[in-house]
Structure formats: C-alpha cells, structure tokens
C-alpha cells in the first residue's frame, strides 16, 4: 500500500513539473515581449539651420540608448556649428549609465566632454530625465569638472498636438554655475548663467519623420553676460527631427 502511495506520489510530482515547464517557457516569453527585452533608439532631437543677425550656424542635438527598461546605457551630444568660420562654436558629448528609480523617471550617472573648441573639458554628470506630470519631458543635470567647477542645466519641452501632423512644440533651457570658470576661450561667471527658449512647429510627414520651422532666443546674465561677445541672440530656425 505505502509502495503504491510513493509511486503515485513520484507520478504526480513528475506530471507537475513537466507541466510547468512549457508554462514557465510562456512566462519568459511574456516578460521579455512586455519589458523584460533589450531594446536600443536613436533620437535625432534638432537638426536644424539658424538664421538671425548673428552668423549662421548649424544646431545638432540628439541622443541613442541601449538597454532595458530598467537599466540603460545613454549617448547624449549637442553642439553649434559656424557655417562662415568653419568651425564648431561647441561641442558636447555624454555617455551614461541609466536606472529606473520610479515610473517614467531615470536616475543617471556618467561623463560628460566638451570636445571642441578650446578649452577641452571633462565632467562627472550625475542628471534625473523623465515626464513630468501634464506631460512635461525634464532633464536635469549636475556637472562637476576635473578642475573642481560645478553647473547646472535643467531642460524642459512639452508637445502640444495642433492635429494629427502638426506639433509645437516650446521649450526652455536654464544654466547656472556655482563657481566661477573665466580660462582661455570660456567665460562663465557663479550664478545664474545663461537661458534659452525655443518654440518649434513641426509636421509628421511619418512619427518618426518632421521637418519644423521656429524661433529660439537666447540670452547671458549676470557676470557671463559682462564676459560674453554677445549678450543676446534670438534666431529663426529650419530642421529636422527623426527618430528610429
């Protein structure tokens, strides 16, 4: 008796597992469809041409990650190039590593380079990106550079859907310093530092596809504005923005 009870016992146990292997493949399958996958995009935010009474000059910014939904690696760049001196005015790029520490929102840590022009230099970035309520995209950064100065930025855009194809988009940029940086080529004074705000329309000829036409402004303050060539710029703009 007690040797049949093991038998159907062993059975049954052996049935269980059995069954649940084909449910446990599904379930793997399931996490890594909603999530539990690795992924990577491109973003080009602004491909754009500035036309104002200042010279004309070429805007990049864009940025790829590659990871997880949790976890992320990030290359973020944005810089200004002079189309009559044939030169770049600067140049910044960031590669950093990204958690998610709550819905919609990613703690990040890395480093940040200006590489060009002169003087070249190297940060430790530590920033917060994700969507605010009311749809609000925010990144908030902290530099601290090899030299020991410490700055801020904190960028905000919002997409107001006109229709179906067309897009505003507004958008502020806020730039402080906490110490004063005045070497060759660089002039930035503690404090409030500079601002810059955009507003931009755009037509999704595809969603990952807009040509835009818009205005931006931007304008130095305090003691960066004393040691800046210009003190206020505002341009007309013609770009692109694609994503894949």
Known sequence: M?????????????????????????????????????????MGEQLEYLYGPHDPAL????????GSD???????THGTYETTEHAWEDLELQMLYSRAVRPFWDAQIG?????????????????????????????ANLFVSTRGDVSARLEAEYDLRL?????????????????????IGIGIASGFTHAEAGLRLRYEI?????????????R?????????EDEERTALVAGLRFWF
Do not use: C
């Open 163 to 183: 229709s179906r194809s067309l897009v505003l988009q507004p958008r502020v940029e806020l730039n402080a310093a906490f110490s004063d940086d005045t070497g």
């Open 59 to 66: 805007a990049l910014e864009g940025q790829a990650w590659y």
């Open 220 to 228: 130095a303050f305090g003691g960066t504005a004393d040691l800046a």
């Open 206 to 218: 595809t969603p990952q596809i807009a040509p835009y036409l818009g205005v931006t402004w931007e």
């Open 111 to 139: 480093v940040r380079a200006d590489i060009g022009p002169d003087p070249k230099r190297e940060y430790l970035a530590l920033g917060l990106q994700g969507l605010a309520p009311y749809w609000f995209e925010v990144d």
């Open 2 to 42: 007690m040797r049949a009870f093991f038998a159907l016992t062993a059975l049954a146990i052996s049935m269980n597992v059995a069954a649940q292997t084909p449910m446990e493949a599904a379930r793997e399958a399931l996490w890594a469809s909603h999530g539990g996958g690795t992924h990577w995009a491109v």
């Open 70 to 76: 949790i976890n992320k690696l990030w290359l973020k």
